[in-house]
């Protein structure tokens, strides 16, 4: 890839539904969160490329923000298989020794039917590769974000899972000739 690209990373609006789920990737975005949507649309470049990935909550955030994002399957969120649609605490209480060993090794182990975090960051490089140099705006999970930022820092997947990447934050990472750069990691605009 040729020139620079300035990546505006947002993490979509919170999921309108239960807490502690494994959502699927139909579950709608809250988007009641006018002053947050506002104040991020203000900051974010104009003219830019948009992207999201294709689960509705990404999509439906792009669009309250004025965007018409370009659809990369690669930013979807880790797949948790069997395990989606599930409460976290549900799992715990019956998922067996396959949930828990789950929580041995959160990078490397997938869920049953699924795909580990490792596995994701090796699907968001493919992802970033078709983004095109000059400033650009992609509306994705919070893994997606953590992943990307693993590429970028060239860390251990298991290291890039420490990252907190909060609901309509925005994280800003550059990719330069000489290397990446990250300019900012989670930020609540206000």
């Not at 999509?59 to 069997?82: I, K, S, Y």
């Amino acid at each position: 890839m040729e020139g620079e690209t300035f990546l505006w990373l947002i993490r979509h609006a919170p999921v309108a539904g239960v807490a502690g789920t494994i959502h699927a990737s139909d579950a709608p975005a809250d988007l009641s969160d006018h002053a947050q949507l506002d104040a991020l649309r203000r900051r974010l470049p104009r003219n830019a490329a948009s992207y999201a990935s294709p689960s509705r909550r990404t999509v439906e955030t792009a669009c309250a923000l004025g965007l018409d994002p370009e659809l990369v399957g690669e930013f979807r969120e880790q797949d948790f298989g069997d395990w989606t649609g599930h409460r976290h605490d549900a799992l715990a209480a019956t998922g067996g020794e396959a949930y828990a060993q789950f929580w041995n090794d959160p990078a490397g182990g997938r869920p049953p039917g699924g795909e580990s975090f490792a596995d994701q960051v090796v699907r968001v490089r493919v992802g970033l590769s078709r983004i095109e140099a000059g400033s650009a705006t992609p509306v994705v999970h919070s893994g997606t974000i953590r992943a990307i930022l693993c590429i970028a820092l060239d860390l251990t997947p298991q290291a890039a899972l420490r990252f907190v990447i909060d609901p309509l934050s925005l994280t800003r990472v550059d990719r330069l000739a000489s290397g990446w750069r990250v300019v900012s990691v989670n930020q609540r605009i206000s």
